[in-house]
Every structure is written in C-alpha cells, then in structure tokens.
C-alpha cells in the first residue's frame, strides 16, 4: 500500500492537468454531502462500522445490523434560497439490510421573463436522487462490500435529465484495533436522457480512500480521507488571483487530505472538527483568510433520538449550518 501511494504521487506530481475538478459534471448536487456528522469532519467520511445511517448511504460497505429500523432526516441551508437534504431508512429483507434513501436539492423560486425585461411568471428547479444500497460481509466480518443503485433525476426550468448511478463501497473492520479503511467508488454511471438531445454529459465520478480509528487510552476518533485519488493532480490556475500559486509535490499531496476528528465528552455526545485542505487551497481570499476549510459540530443522544449539528466555512462570506436527526422505529 505505502509503494502504491509513492507512486500514485509521483504520477500526479510529473503528469499536467492543471484542471479543476468542478464545474465539468452534470448532476454535481451528488457531491454535496446532507449527513451533518460528515460534514463537520470535513466533508468525507465513509471508513466507520456503527449505528449512524448516514454512514451507510454514503458508502454502502458499511451497511450492518446496527442501522436496522432506522430513520435518517437531515436539512442543510444553503446559500441564498437554496436548500438540500435527504431521508432515509433501513430495513431488513430475506436477512438483507437494505436503505432506501432519497436525496434532493431545491434551487428556488425564480422570476421568468421575456426579451424586454416584463415578468411574465414564476418557475422552480430542483434535482433528485432515489437510491437503494445493500452491503454484506465478504470475510469473516473483516472484509465488507456495498453497492448502492440511484436514479437520478433533473429539472431546470424547461429542460431535464435522468441518468442511472452506482456507488461501490469496500471497508476493512478491526475490531480489535478499532480500526476500519474503507475505498468508495462513487458516481459510477450513466445518463440516460440528457437535457439536449445528441449531447451526453459526465457524470461527477470520484474515488475516495479512508481510514478512522478510536485511540486506546482517549476519547478521541480521528478520520482521514484522500480525495479524488483518480485525479492526482488537483491544481488549477486561478487566472483572477493575485496569490502566489505552487504546484509542487507536497501541495499536491495536499490537495488530496481530508482530516477530521470526534471528541466523546460523554457516551450520549460528542465535539466534532474537520478541516478539507483542497476547500482552503481553493476557496480563500488573499487577504481575508478566515476559516475557509474548516468545520465543527456536535452530536447528541437523547433517549431513541440521535442529533446531529455542523457548521462549515466553505467561502469568508459565511458559513452553512446542517441539521440531522437519526432515530429507531422500535421501542428500545
């Protein structure tokens, strides 16, 4: 593993895409992450075998008995009107832990009108994403895997599309270490009706690789994540900065890192922090720096009610708030 790092590196130090890896994809909104609790450990977080539903809908390898009957609702504010969210819930079919989830994206009520500026109506768009993910142990419950199927579905203003998506998940559990890696295929798809004919787009494909682990002797899990490994190269020129711009190897490396942790103050809470080095590189002004590229949250357990809560910088214009709420249909 540690030479198939070196290289992969290297190969993204000496190759030249200097291109973002944004703004090139239709159905992007599969990008935004809804799960409060990953949001605050900096936007990924898919290496992790407990109880938290959200866990599963993003990388189905983690699917297990522990997020059987329960129910996933998570709320994000977005900028301006905009609004996301999903929901979702777990259920158990011929020894089958399956989520149903649907995950949709609200970008307002907007003003229509003609040529000469006169207001002739009012039209909305949104995007939604229907999908069902199963997982199962492949060894020994050391090994897992998980395929989640979404159909996708757009509509802005007088034009929409569809398209068919997987997501491929693998984890590695070491209960003993209390330990788990995970390496998630997501967005692997197809679009079947494009919103122009005879003009088919790409999909927002990524490959993440995790690892979380709980130390021994504190209360403290820690999460990293490599972004967009099938990109090495995450650098692009930002053609209206006036900031020195390096695209050496070590901010290449950079680019990748994602690192988050949990601080369990109790057994029912916990204080979350993350911080996504690609958002800083990308996403801060020269001279007002801010807390662009990091987040923090909470969670909370209040008898059969898990609360989640983030707060995220993504821009110094401000930050985004996130609610989530998982809970257990059954009597405990």
């Not at 200097?18 to 936007?43: H, K, M, W």
């Not at 832990?97 to 039209?123: H, L, P, Q, R």
């Amino acid at each position: 593993m540690k030479n198939f790092l070196f290289l992969f590196f290297i190969y993204g130090n000496i190759t030249l895409l200097y291109c973002q890896v944004g703004g090139e994809y239709v159905f992007d909104f599969l990008n935004l992450n809804t799960s409060p609790r990953t949001i605050a450990l900096g936007g990924y977080q898919g290496s992790l075998i407990d109880d938290d539903l959200n866990s599963g809908i993003y990388n189905p390898g983690v699917i297990n008995d522990l997020m059987t009957n329960k129910l996933s609702l998570n709320y994000n504010n977005y900028y301006t009107d905009i609004f996301y969210g999903d929901f979702g819930y777990c259920f158990n079919y011929l020894n089958q832990n399956i989520i149903a989830s649907i995950k949709f994206i609200d970008y307002g009520t907007f003003v229509e009108t003609n040529e000469f500026g006169v207001s002739v109506g009012e039209f909305q768009a949104g995007e939604y994403a229907f999908s069902l993910g199963s997982g199962f142990s492949v060894l020994d419950s050391i090994v897992y895997a998980g395929v989640n199927a979404k159909l996708a579905y757009s509509s802005l203003y007088q034009v929409s599309s569809s398209a068919i998506i997987l997501d491929v998940g693998l984890a590695y559990n070491s209960p003993k270490r209390d330990l788990t890696a995970s390496l998630i295929f997501r967005n692997i798809g197809y679009q079947i009706k494009p919103y122009y004919p005879d003009n088919r787009e790409k999909l927002p494909f990524e490959i993440v690789l995790g690892v979380s682990n709980r130390l021994e002797h504190m209360p403290l899990r820690w999460h990293l994540a490599l972004q967009h490994i099938e990109t090495p190269n995450l650098f692009f020129e930002h053609t209206n900065s006036e900031m020195p711009q390096s695209n050496n190897f070590g901010y290449a490396v950079l680019r990748h890192i994602v690192f988050g942790s949990e601080l369990f103050i109790h057994k029912n809470a916990s204080i979350i922090f993350g911080y996504n080095n690609r958002t800083r590189f990308e996403m801060i002004m020269q001279d007002r720096r801010g807390l662009v590229g990091f987040s923090c949250g909470m969670s909370f357990k209040i008898k059969r009610f898990h609360f989640y809560y983030s707060r995220s910088s993504h821009h110094y214009s401000g930050a985004l708030n996130s609610f989530g709420v998982v809970t257990n249909f059954q009597k405990q």
